[in-house]
């Protein structure tokens, strides 16, 4: 038996070779990056300027459908004379507020209950069925039975963004508990871990992703609690800002706090996604990411 | 039955005397299904372990192997009859057991020093002290450059070792382990046979490992238990007289090793083909 080695000039030329293609497979990666961005751009450009056109030649009614320059107008104004009810930084505060208590304390809520019934098969078989019921309810009524109940400060639109929050929260604990792999809890339990320490070191981490995944999803319905609560009735807020301004009759005006809600989301998602890459470090990365 | 005189040694059952490490004194359990019948996984089942003694089993798939371990444990508890660990009845998960599982029961979100330090931190060790014996246990198991590792990031003949590691920290004078180097190559799990047993001698633990590999179970072994097909009962005993240290490469070409096997393996044939068969029947 003889054993079979590359020489060096081998190695040598495919060290080179693999070099090369490494770089041309680099560049190309780059090119399409930034094909896709242009892309992009070009589509937003191409939609607004046919917007713009179509309402400056009244193939669109601007009365009906604003326009982007409009919509500009509108947002400027807000920003540099304010708004009716104030200036807008106040109206974006207070919305942002009540979106933000309502959502810290239905995750909360949310994530205390999934565990709790999650670890109790009675306690779960016993309220399944009225969990069900409440979450069938439409829940943006409720926005109206809350402003009756708690009138039209900021305690109606929590208590609203509360609930919009809270099923979702719950829903995905009580899976992400169900979910956590009994052999791994067999393993805590025989290493020596109590009850309390299951829990917090096998339950709560195995249930976090989906927790997480809840997470995202349900800032969307907080804020839409907080809107619509105000919309129903309030004193300040963006949900008051569009609600006026359909009052009025101002379609560049409603597209303006739509926007300006929109970039709230996502900047608030941008966080969550911070966050969460940072609770899931030990997670591995998905094959299309790797090496990325 | 006959009696053989050569090293496997064929050992009638007797009742578990008091001193054993392990004892499983005529145990029946049964299942209650999910449609509210009753199943049978394994019916009056003795089984000894002496103190310091390695016993392994071995039968067909399904037969109540991986049951039995978790009657040990506690997590599982006989219908009739009484399991018996270091003499006293088991009541609760015991502190003096340690487990390694079939499936991969490592925390995913917990790094490999993070991992093995598990055992003693859940048992109130302090912080300082449960870290330095978790780095001694890592690098004992050769993975001393992957304290900070997280397991996906590991191979899987790395990740038993950190299982290993953390079951051993504890330093269980019962070792049970279900399959645990199945999933492993054969290079491999020859490296971890042989590591087992340098630990199994340091630590002077009594071992049950359940395994479907008939070799494994005689290489390792003192004592072999052949079990039925489902419901899983003890069909026979054999002591394996191979002296030890045991070297795993080598072991498999030793002529009484092949004998010894050869033996056992008529014994469990039956038994699998039954249990195969039967799996095919009933589809489970
Ligand atoms: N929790 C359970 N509920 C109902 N039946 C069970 C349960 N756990 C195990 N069984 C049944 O008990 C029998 C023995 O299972 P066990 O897991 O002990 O088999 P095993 O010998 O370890 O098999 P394998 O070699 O495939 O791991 C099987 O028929 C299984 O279906
Ligand atoms: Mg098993």
């Known amino acids: 038996m003889t054993a079979i080695s590359p020489t060096a000039d081998h190695a040598a030329v495919r060290d080179a070779s693999i070099a090369i293609a490494e770089s041309r497979a680099r560049a190309r990666l780059r090119h399409r990056h930034a094909m896709v961005i242009g892309l992009r751009l070009a589509i937003l450009i191409v939609f607004l300027g046919l917007w713009e056109l179509g309402a400056d030649y009244n193939f669109i009614d601007p009365f009906f459908f604003a326009s982007p320059s409009g919509i500009w107008q509108q947002i400027w104004s807000w920003i540099t004379e304010g708004t009716s009810q104030g200036p807008l930084w106040l109206q974006i505060y207070v919305t942002l507020e009540e979106t933000f208590l309502g959502f810290v304390i239905g995750a909360l809520g949310g994530i205390a209950a999934g565990i709790i019934l999650g670890r109790n098969r009675l306690l779960a078989d016993v309220f399944s069925i009225y969990i069900k019921i409440a979450n069938s309810v439409p829940r943006v009524v409720l926005g109206s039975v809350f402003i009756i109940a708690l009138g039209l400060g900021m305690a109606s639109k929590v208590a609203l963004a509360v609930v919009m929050v809270f099923f979702v929260v719950f829903a995905n604990a009580f899976q992400g508990v169900r979910e956590a792999d009994r052999a791994m809890i067999a393993n805590a339990q025989i290493l020596g871990a109590s009850p309390f320490q299951i829990t917090t070191s096998v339950i709560i981490p195995s249930a976090m992703s989906w927790i997480l995944a809840s997470l995202h999803v349900s800032f969307g319905f907080a804020l839409v609690g907080a809107v619509v609560g105000e919309f129903l009735g309030a004193k300040q807020g963006m949900g008051l800002l569009i609600s006026t301004a359909q009052g009025a009759f101002n379609a560049n005006g409603v597209f303006a706090a739509m926007i300006i809600l929109a970039v709230m989301a996502l900047v608030v998602e941008f966080i969550i996604t911070r966050f969460e890459n940072y609770l899931v470090k030990w997670r591995p990365a998905p094959f299309n990411e790797q090496g990325a | ?284």
């Not at chain 2, 003795?46 to 067909?60: D, K, N």
């Not at chain 2, 371990?69 to 009845?89: E, F, K, S």
């Open chain 2, 1 to 284: 039955m006959q009696l053989q005189p050569m090293a496997a040694e064929r050992l009638s059952q007797a009742a578990p005397p008091a001193n054993a490490a392990i004892a499983i004194d005529d145990v029946t359990l049964r299942f209650v299904t999910p449609d509210g019948h009753m199943m049978t996984a394994i019916r009056d089942f003795t089984m000894t372990v002496a103190h310091g003694e390695f016993a392994c089993v071995v039968g067909p798939t399904g037969c109540g192997k991986s049951t039995t371990l978790n009657l040990v444990t506690g997590l599982l508890r006989p219908t009739t009859g009484a399991v018996r660990v270091m003499g006293n009845p088991v009541t609760d998960i015991s502190r003096d057991i340690g487990f390694v599982f079939q499936a991969d029961a490592l925390f995913p979100w917990r790094s490999v020093i993070d991992n093995v330090a598990a055992g003693p931190l859940y048992r109130g060790t302090p912080k300082a002290e449960a870290y330095e014996r978790a780095r001694d246990w890592i690098g004992r198991v050769g993975l001393g450059r992957f304290e900070k590792h997280y397991p996906h990031q590991l191979s899987g003949g790395m990740r038993k070792r950190v299982a290993l590691a953390q079951t051993f920290i504890n330093q269980p004078k019962i070792l049970l382990m279900d399959e645990p180097f199945s999933a492993l190559d054969m290079q491999t799990r020859t490296a971890m046979q042989d590591e087992l047993l340098g630990l199994w001698s340091e630590q002077k633990s009594s071992v049950v490992f359940v395994t479907h590999d008939l070799e494994e179970a005689v290489a390792l072994a003192d004592k072999v238990y052949v079990l039925t097909a489902g419901p899983g009962t003890v069909k026979s005993v054999y002591r394996i007289d191979l002296p030890r240290p045991r070297v795993m490469a080598d072991i498999r070409y030793d002529p009484k090793f092949v004998e010894i096997a050869k033996v056992i393996w008529n014994d469990l044939r039956e038994e699998v083909q039954l249990g195969q068969s039967r799996t095919l029947q009933t589809g489970h």
